[in-house]
């Protein structure tokens, strides 16, 4: 048997559960299998903790995208799970690995992007670690903290739950999909949501949270869980950028193929009890647009369509 055979999410459990053999940890107040993991460390606040990583020739491709963008993007990855989890960032390390020959130029242009995209969401750059290798990767542990028991998860979900989501979607695999085709290089890289996220912390009915990175279909199946939970979503809800279908056309591309499945876009995709506030309060409070999507438990009907999150990105 090879990692191919077992997929991502297998190998997800199988991380998982060998260290449940070593048995619980002091400290640690959700661990494996979240967007972040939530570390008590005092009375008043808990440390929030992620990981990412950024490889050359499978996340980004230098004929594709600048390398500034390419910083920007390693960042911003990060700093949504911090979003996700609705907590305030504190600081980053990065895990540089290069070849030999990579231009200064280059390496400039991505510290660049990094540290600027630091720079406007104060989360300062704290240490990390060099190394060379055949590609270029980046992997970023972002460190950001949220107050004792508030911060939100993935496991919140109940039946007849709303669900919502910020911003709008499909914009950033558009993008992608046009500079695949060599028409233009990447350019569109989210703003994280972390002041959306911090206010969903303090709203009364809230029920889970993610963010959307790997699309709309895949990242609602984490909301979901292993439960029988099901979902209706009713795709004429779904917010597209301006022209959307219109560009997607021109590409020969499903645009409602590419709003549910794109990936990347970094909107906060939430639940909420049927009494919370409605999208135009919401809207209001997170200082953002929320659409309303669809309902957990629900079956489809009408212009509604059942969806079990398998769609979206995988890397294995």
């Known amino acids: 048997m090879q990692l191919r055979d077992l997929g991502e999410f297998g190998l997800i459990d199988r991380i998982e559960r060998a260290a449940r053999r070593l048995g619980p940890s002091r400290g640690v107040v959700l661990g494996i299998g979240d967007d972040a993991a939530v570390l008590r460390v005092g009375p008043r606040e808990d440390l929030v903790v992620t990981t990412d990583a950024l490889v050359e020739d499978v996340h980004f491709r230098w004929s594709s995208e600048s390398p500034r963008i390419v910083g920007r993007r390693a960042l911003v990855a990060s700093l949504s799970d911090l979003a996700a989890m609705g907590a305030r960032p504190l600081g980053f390390t990065c895990a540089l690995v290069a070849p030999p020959a990579l231009s200064l130029r280059t390496l400039d242009g991505v510290l660049n992007g990094l540290l600027r995209e630091a720079q406007t969401h104060s989360c300062p750059l704290v240490g990390g670690n060099l190394s060379r290798g055949r590609e270029t990767s980046l992997t970023l542990t972002a460190i950001g903290a ?10 919140g979900a109940r039946f007849g739950d709303r669900i919502c989501v910020t911003g709008s979607l499909g914009g950033v695999a558009l993008d992608r999909a046009r500079a695949e085709r060599g028409l233009a290089r990447v350019r569109r890289v989210p703003s994280p949501r972390l002041g959306a996220g911090r206010a969903l912390t303090r709203l009364r009915g809230m029920g889970a949270c993610i963010d959307v ?5 895949a990242d609602l199946q984490h909301l979901l869980g292993p439960s029988a939970m099901g979902a209706t979503l009713d795709l004429a809800a779904v917010p597209r950028p301006p022209r959307f279908a219109a560009r997607c056309a021109r590409l020969g591309l499903d645009p409602d193929r590419l709003a549910l499945a794109g990936g990347e876009d ?12 409605s999208v135009a309060v919401l809207s209001r409070r997170l200082g953002v647009p929320v ?18 999150g398998k769609g979206g990105w995988r890397h294995f």
């Not at 949220?146 to 496991?155: K, M, P």
């Not at 990175?213 to 279909?217: F, N, P, T, W």
């Not at 906060?268 to 009890?273: A, D, E, G, K, Y």
């Open 146 to 155: 949220v107050g004792r028991g508030r911060a939100l998860t993935r496991s």
């Open 213 to 217: 990175s790997d699309g709309l279909e």
């Open 266 to 277: 970094y909107e906060l995709l939430f639940t909420l009890r049927r009494w919370a506030p």
């Open 291 to 308: 659409a309303e999507i669809g309902r957990v438990g629900v079956a489809g009907s009408g212009r509604g369509r059942s969806r079990d």
